[in-house]
Each structure stands twice: as structure tokens, then as C-alpha cells.
């Protein structure tokens, strides 16, 4: 069965070992990261806003204690005015508003923290949930009718993504945690100390203060998680660049990875950002939440269900964005690859 980043399926061909795909695969995700990074480090600070010392929060205890005491001379407007005296504006607004309120307050490299533990997430987490999808993909195929029909049908297509999408979590999770909170970490205006100095400092801090769960936290709805963006993301552009080769709409090159590329983003953005939000907020945590379900149901509960969805248009430029650097250099990497496996070179014995 091809793969999806050959539209032929040429029977000469040696296909590289599963080494060399994985490899592929985090190369062309760590460079999708380098040109996407600011946006998610914009998405991240959205996600997060609120919840500590939240406004939310203080909106909910004022509007109860203006409710429950009868304030002579307020009337109804008594909750509306110490709601507009005791609630701050939020600090970001928008993901241009974010980058630049980022850029101005922290300097441009702060758009960059987290920048090591993401792209050694990617270099794993991609390698494993993009590398490895062809190879499930074929076998849950075979194991169904013995190899005997060449196109995978969607439920294989979504069984194989979301087993690479879970498995990838479990490898790539502590690289996870500590992306997260890196691009979290804001830079103290008055030279304060920072929460983590530096990639590696953040691992043995989370280690040592937390345990080493501390660096599995989140595991469950990062699972949830990322086998929807799996689903989502992996098997839509799987079927989207499919259909456009067998409706002939365009010839298997930059244009049609693009194409794909782009509704395979907007689909993973509308369904992964409530989990997405969560697992932000619940790996960002520092003990406030007894687990992600409660996580999901305090942000229901304190800010309504518009928080499940805070930062969809950063994460929506962001998703699109890595999804067309991601797959137009995964497709040319993929092909480079090919050509240089069935050459007589020292990769053809890797």
C-alpha cells in the first residue's frame, strides 16, 4: 500500500527502514516548529490567561459577595460597578496582539522559550505519530483482509491514527510539559528570578519538586488530545490529498500539498482546541486542579464555554501554518529520501 506521500506506488522502489521514516518525520516537524513557534507561544499565553489569580475567579467571589450583601443606595447596579472596578482588562488581546504585547514587554526572543524542549518534542512526538502512521496504517490493513486490497478505508485510517497519536504521547510527554511551561514563563518587568532558567534546569526543577510524574502531567488529556489531532489532522490530509489526486483537481506537487495542508488544519484546529485548552491549563498548573476533568469543569463553571475555545484564532494561524511547513517539506523530504534509498549508498543498508 502507498504511502501518503507518494500519490505512485512504484514496485521497484525499497521503502527506507523504519529508522529513516521516523527520522523524516521529526526533521520536517522541527522545521515546521522554527517558522511556527511565535504562534504558539501567542496561543499558549491566551490559553493560560485567567486562570491564576484569575479574573474569572475574582469575578465569581464579587459577584457573590455583591449578590449576598444588601448595599444600601446600589440597587442593580451595585455587582455591575464592583465587577468593572475589580476585574482587569486582560493582558493579551489577539494573536498579533499577543506576539507584539510579548515582543514589547519581554523582548522578541521570549516569543522563542521553550524553543529546545519543543523541537526535541517534535523530533519524538512527530517522529512516532507521523513516521510511524504509514507502517500501522498497512498493518492494521493486512491484519483486516490479508493485504489483499490496496487503499486503507477510513476506520483503518483512523484506528492507525489514533494508536501512533496516543503512543507518541507517552514517549514525548516530560518534552511536553516543559515546552509548555518555558513558553508560559513570563519575564518579570522588575528583574525577578524566572520560574525556570533555562531548557534543562526546567526538567530537574519538575523532577525534583514535583517527582518525575510531575513530567507525565497532563498524560491523559494529552492523550485525549493528540489522538484527535492524529484523526484530525494526519488522516484528513491523508484523505484530502487523496481525493484531489483521484478527482484529478491537481497533479501531486506543492499546490496540492498546500491545498490539503489547509483544510487539514482548520478540521484539527474546530476539533482539538477544548483539549487543547485543558491539557495547556492542567500541564501549566501547580497543584490548583485535582486532575483534568476537574480542570475542564472549573473553567466551565468560572469563565463559561468560550474558554474551551481562548486562542482559537492563534491556534488556528499556528495549525495551518505548521501543517503547510510541515507537510510540503515532509512530501520533499519524503521524495529526497526515496530516490536516495534506492541509489546504491551507504543509506540503503540503514
Same mark, same amino acid.
Given at each position: ?7 505512485t ?7 527506507p527502514s523504519?529508522?529513516v ?10 522545521v515546521?516548529? #522554527?517558522?511556527t513557534?511565535? #504562534? ?10 485567567g ?9 465569581y @467571589?464579587?459577584?457573590?459577595a +455583591?449578590? +449576598?450583601?444588601?448595599i444600601q ?19 493579551y ?10 515582543s ?21 512526538f ?9 507502517s500501522?496504517k498497512s498493518? @492494521?490493513q ?21 494508536t ?13 510539559v516543559?515546552?509548555?511551561?518555558m513558553? +508560559? ?8 528570578r524566572?520560574r @525556570?532558567?533555562?531548557?534543562?534546569n ?9 517527582g518525575?510524574a510531575? #513530567?507525565?502531567?497532563?498524560?491523559l488529556p ?8 492524529n ?14 489526486l483521484?478527482?484529478q ?5 506543492v499546490?496540492?500539498?498546500f491545498t ?8 484539527t484546529t ?22 483534568a ?50 541509489q ?7
Open positions: 500500500m502507498a504511502p501518503i506521500t507518494a500519490s506506488p512504484v514496485a521497484s522502489f525499497r521503502e523504519l529508522p521514516k521516523l527520522l523524516t518525520a521529526g526533521s520536517a516537524a522541527c515546521a516548529d #522554527l517558522f513557534f511565535p #504562534l504558539d507561544t501567542a496561543k499558549v499565553r491566551l490559553q493560560i490567561q486562570e491564576s489569580a484569575g479574573a474569572a475567579q475574582l469575578r @467571589y464579587i459577584s457573590e +455583591a449578590a +449576598a450583601v444588601n443606595g446600589t440597587g442593580r447596579g451595585g455587582p455591575a460597578i464592583l465587577l468593572e472596578q475589580g476585574v482587569a482588562a486582560p493582558k488581546n489577539g494573536m498579533v496582539g499577543t506576539v507584539m504585547t510579548i514589547r514587554q519581554e523582548g522578541p526572543k521570549a516569543l522563542y522559550n521553550g524553543l529546545c524542549a519543543g523541537l526535541q518534542r517534535q523530533m519524538c512527530a517522529g512516532i505519530r507521523i513516521g510511524l502512521y504509514d500501522i498493518l @492494521y493486512k491484519q483486516l483482509d490479508g493485504g489483499h486490497n490496496n487503499t486503507a478505508g477510513i476506520a483503518v485510517r483512523i484506528s492507525a491514527g489514533i501512533t497519536g496516543g503512543l507518541a504521547v507517552l514517549f514525548a510527554q516530560p518534552t511536553d516543559v515546552k509548555v511551561r513558553q +508560559a514563563q513570563v519575564k518579570s518587568v522588575t528583574g525577578g524566572p @525556570y532558567s533555562g531548557t534543562m526546567a526538567y530537574s526543577t519538575i523532577a525534583r519538586k514535583e518525575m510531575g #513530567l507525565w502531567k497532563g498524560t494529552n492523550v485525549s488530545r493528540n489522538a484527535i489531532v484523526v484530525a489532522e494526519i488522516v484528513c490530509y491523508d484523505v484530502f490529498k487523496e481525493y484531489i483521484t478527482s483537481l491537481m497533479k501531486d506537487g499546490p496540492c500539498h490539503a495542508a489547509v483544510m487539514a488544519g482548520f478540521c474546530v476539533v482539538a482546541s477544548p483539549v487543547d485548552v485543558v491539557k495547556t491549563r492542567f500541564m501549566n498548573s501547580s497543584g490548583q486542579y485535582r486532575g476533568i476537574d480542570c475542564a469543569v472549573q473553567m466551565l463553571v468560572k469563565e463559561g464555554p468560550t474558554a474551551f475555545y481562548k486562542g482559537f484564532i492563534p491556534s488556528f494561524s499556528r495549525l495551518v501554518s505548521w501543517n503547510i511547513c510541515m507537510w510540503i517539506t515532509y512530501e520533499q523530504f519524503k521524495r529526497l529520501v526515496l530516490v536516495a534509498y534506492n546504491p549508498t551507504p543509506l540503503n543498508r540503514l
